[in-house]
């Protein structure tokens, strides 16, 4: 029987010392690899779990050669009291590496979380690298793009030539244009800081209401007309539009308003209505004027006839004579009636512009009895010579003068200024007053046929009208400027043609 359990026994010998010896050539194993890559946690799990199977080999092997040993000296007796111990052991080195493996699930678990926030670090690192090499640069970057941004709009600020305007909802100026200021007559930045509102130039203070209805209930306003005060104390037509901006915390709320100056459209458009208007009433006047004056003609013929053939009787001679009298004064309306409509072209010729305004004046002062009316001229010695029609002309110098001799009265003055823009080719004559002015009411009218504000049998009303028709004959343009109690100022613009460019009077 002993020697039938040899070969048991060798195997079971040399199977326990092999296992110790494998066990330990895995711990070494497993060193040399966890030597390379140390803060790899898998190489130190199988590292315990080695030390765990070499101390469970140990103790198998211990215990099978321990019995092997004592079964062969007989000493079974002994054995069977060690055998629990040696058993328990087994087991407990089982245990130890079951709990190792056990604990390093867990501690596989917090690894994966120590390289994905190890990972996250780093990408973050790099990020900080990055802006930390690069945060100056980009600093730079944003700066120029703000300053860029803050001068485009400065820009638009500054040289717009509409008003732009901030202020609060109380209408309290917060910040206004250049081109604001001079809209309004103010002095640059007297707006600005100084506590004043916007309604305080709103001529209709109802305007400011609906203003400030329209932004709260829309949130913008567009196109709104209002009149504004100017601190020269005029009144301008503008078109007014804003937008509610709404501020944080720290900045109140502002209204950005827009405001553009219609006044000249609003001037242009009245010029445009007087011309339309006056070429209306020249063509019903060239009708009126060509129906009346044939009757008139048969009406003078006979009156002369008569006073011809009734030449002893007194008393009928001096009534024809009334009558002849009275019926060319008729004529001679008629007649400036159709000067006014006809769009004949002018019998032009080359004149000097300043020549015919000095014969008109020598004419004036020998015949017209200008009196204590002080007469000045000021010449553009650059004025070169102009095709006119001399007579028609004239005729339009007289019929200004005289205007200005009635408005000045005595004691006044009349001032001639010419004034040549070689630019545009165009000329300019000012006669000008210090008389009495026309009202505002009147100044659409006052060129219009048969308006006049001279007292009955003084004027026909057609001196204007006739100077008018004279003038847009002649390719130009008349507007006049006033105000009561200063004075007047009639403009005449004439164009200049090309051929006369080079003939320049030095008068």
């Known amino acids: 029987m002993i020697f039938s359990a040899i070969p048991i026994w060798v195997v079971d010998s040399v199977g326990s010392f092999l296992m110790i010896i ?40 211990f215990g099978h050669i321990l019995k092997r040993a004592l079964l062969i000296f007989g000493q079974q007796a002994a054995w069977e009291i060690i055998q629990p111990y040696s058993g328990a052991v087994n087991t407990l080195m089982f245990v130890l590496v079951a709990s190792i493996t056990l604990f390093f699930e867990r501690i596989w678990i917090v690894y994966q979380q120590i390289l994905k926030d190890k990972k996250a670090l780093q990408t973050a690192h790099r990020n900080l ?21 803050e001068h485009k709009y400065r820009r638009i600020f500054e040289v717009s030539k509409d008003m732009i305007l901030v202020c609060r909802k109380d209408g309290q100026i917060v910040d206004l244009n250049p081109a604001g200021h001079k809209m309004l007559g103010l002095q640059q930045q007297q707006a600005v800081g100084n506590g004043m509102r ?7 203070g109802d305007h400011w209401n609906a203003i400030i209805k329209a932004i709260e209930t829309q949130g ?26 709404e501020g944080t915390e720290e900045i109140a709320d502002t209204i950005h308003f827009l405001v553009k100056d219609i006044e000249q459209r609003r001037l242009m458009e009245r010029q445009m209505a007087q011309a339309e208007k006056l070429a209306s009433i020249g063509q019903l006047s060239a009708g009126v004027a060509h129906e009346i004056n044939n009757p008139l003609g048969i ?13 002893s009787e007194q008393e009928r001679h001096e009534d024809l004579k009334t009558i002849e009298k009275h019926a060319r004064n008729c004529k001679t309306i008629v007649e400036d009636l159709l000067n006014f409509a006809r769009e004949s ?8 512009i ?18 204590d009316i002080q007469v000045e001229t000021e010449y553009d010695p650059q004025v070169p010579l102009l095709q006119l029609d001399e007579k028609k002309i004239k005729q339009v110098f007289i019929n200004l003068i005289m205007n200005a001799k009635h408005a000045v009265e005595n004691g006044g003055m009349i001032k001639i200024t010419t004034c040549f823009d070689s630019q545009h080719n165009l000329l300019s ?17 006052i060129f219009d046929p048969f308006f006049t504000t001279k007292p009955t049998g003084e004027g026909t009303g057609l001196g204007l009208s006739v100077s008018y028709g004279i003038i847009k004959n002649h390719g130009g343009d008349i507007a006049v400027d006033s105000e009561v109690g200063k004075g007047s100022t009639f403009t005449i613009t004439l164009p200049v043609g090309d051929n006369n460019n080079g003939n320049n009077s030095t008068r």
């Not at 690298?129 to 941004?149: F, P």
């Not at 005060?229 to 804003?242: C, F, P, V, Y």
């Not at 009406?299 to 030449?311: A, E, H, R, V, W």
């Not at 072209?345 to 004149?351: A, K, M, N, S, Y």
Request: negative net charge.
């Open 129 to 149: 690298v990055y802006l930390n090499q690069n945060l100056e640069h980009m600093v730079d970057e944003r700066t120029r793009a703000l300053t860029q941004s």
């Open 198 to 204: 916007l309604q305080e130039y709103l001529a209709d």
């Open 345 to 352: 072209e002018p019998e032009t010729d080359v004149v000097q």
């Open 429 to 445: 004559i000012m006669v000008a007053d210090t008389g009495q002015g026309i009202d505002k009411k009147n100044l659409s009218r």
């Open 299 to 311: 009406i003078l013929g006979y009156t002369q006839l008569l006073i011809k053939d009734k030449g």
């Open 22 to 61: 494998f066990s330990f050539l895995c711990i070494r194993l497993v060193r040399q690899l966890r030597s390379r890559d140390a803060n790899n946690v898998i190489w130190t799990y199988l590292l315990w779990v080695c030390y765990g199977l070499a101390l469970f080999a140990i103790s198998r092997s």
């Open 220 to 245: 913008f306003i567009s196109s709104f007309e209002v009149d504004l005060k100017t601190a020269e104390n005029r009144q301008i037509k503008a078109l007014i539009s804003g937008s509610l901006d």
């Open 354 to 371: 300043h020549d015919v305004i000095d014969d008109v004046l020598n004419f004036m002062q020998h015949h017209a009895n200008l009196g």
